[in-house]
């Protein structure tokens, strides 16, 4: 907490001094932190637009939420979530997968930082260390998720050294959220991301071509 006053002294009768103050003005920093594990209860009702049952995760949904929204504010939040549910109903009528759920969301929190942080964050995945100068926390959180699930490297030197991470976990939001992500926004003869499961990869790849709608509605209303 910081107090600044502009003082001046005059005489004032039966009195030595007076004094006036002009101004006072306080800052106060917040620490944003991490979000409350009870953040999912707080969106429902933009969860409730998406079926669990259509692509079944490990992890619980709140560990996603809440690293995505690391150091954003709450009232940021509100916005964010009422602008991405907005898009979704002016363009899906059948409800999705928590994968795309995980994916719109990024599009929101990453369209705040400049489209350049659509293709930026995830090639950081091959490097051996990450810092958080390399990646803003959240970004950086998630590729440490990343980074602890078990998975191959494949290069194909024939075609400009291209590396492909593929993983051995299949219904791990973390690698659903980067194979889709890979599909819309990376070039792909360079990095990509895939699971071992065929048919969650063909879920995936549908996600992506489906939330390609989601990017350029999103990007042209706000």
């Not at 363009?91 to 599009?107: A, G, H, Q, R, T």
């Not at 078990?150 to 959220?177: G, L, W």
């Amino acid at each position: 907490l910081v107090l600044y006053a502009t003082l001046r002294l005059r005489p004032v009768p039966h009195l030595r001094w007076g004094i006036d103050i002009f101004f006072i003005q306080f800052t106060i920093q917040l620490d944003l932190g991490k979000p409350s594990n009870k953040i999912t209860q707080k969106y429902s009702k933009y969860i409730a637009l998406f079926d669990e049952s259509h692509f079944s995760i490990d992890e619980p949904i709140e560990e996603f939420w809440q690293a995505v929204f690391t150091d954003i504010g709450a009232r940021e939040q509100e916005q964010l979530v009422d602008k991405v549910m907005l898009v979704h109903k002016l363009l899906y009528n059948e409800p999705k997968d928590y994968s795309f759920m995980c994916v719109e969301l990024l599009i929101a929190v990453l369209h705040n930082r400049g489209k350049a942080a659509f293709s930026t964050w995830l090639y950081k995945f091959g490097e051996t260390t990450i810092s958080n100068e390399d990646l803003p926390l959240p970004l950086h959180l998630l590729v440490e998720k990343l980074k602890s699930t078990p998975y191959k490297t494949i290069i194909y030197p024939m075609t400009r050294d291209a590396h492909e991470f593929n993983f051995s976990i299949s219904n791990s939001i973390y690698p659903a959220v980067a194979c889709i992500w890979s599909s819309i926004f990376l070039n792909e003869n360079i990095i990509r991301f895939s699971v071992k499961n065929e048919g969650i990869n063909a879920l995936l790849k549908k996600n992506a071509k489906e939330l390609q709608s989601f990017v350029d509605a999103f990007c042209l209303i706000y």
